[in-house]
Nanobody, 120 residues
Framework: QVQLVESGGGLVQPGGSLRLSCAASGMIGSIDVMAWYRQAPGKERELLAFISSFSSGGRTNYADSVKGRFTISRDNAKNTVYLQMNSLKPEDTAVYYC???????????WGQGTQVTVSS
């Protein structure tokens, strides 16, 4: 019922910036929370940030590993969530996934992922 498409990944040098986009379609009115995850080779999928979809201002939360460097935001008119990534490090290299969560009944939807590579 919900389709998510990530874009904006690519190759960037350490210290650089990148902005990821997640376009949502389908039954987006049911989404309670949207989030960004990432998964590096050989590592577990990590929750980076989330933003509530039911509040007008939007409440956000960040993982310690990205707090102060990454910013999640949304444009409800465009049904799009963004992840602005600054001061990128090689450790940030991973596939980044957009996630939409419905609380009741419990449902999760995932995008296809977009590769971010931080290397000189």
């Amino acid at each position: 019922q919900v389709q998510l498409v990530e874009s904006g990944g690519g190759l960037v040098q350490p210290g650089g910036s990148l902005r990821l986009s997640c376009a949502a379609s389908g039954m987006i009115g049911s989404i309670d929370v949207m989030a960004w995850y990432r998964q590096a080779p050989g590592k577990e999928r990590e929750l980076l940030a989330f933003i509530s979809s039911f509040s007008s201002g939007g409440r956000t939360n960040y993982a310690d590993s990205v707090k102060g460097r990454f910013t999640i935001s949304r444009d409800n008119a465009k049904n799009t969530v963004y992840l602005q990534m600054n001061s990128l490090k090689p450790e940030d290299t991973a596939v980044y996934y957009c996630n939409a969560k419905i609380l009741v009944p419990s449902q999760n939807y995932w995008g296809q992922g977009t590769q971010v590579t931080v290397s000189s």
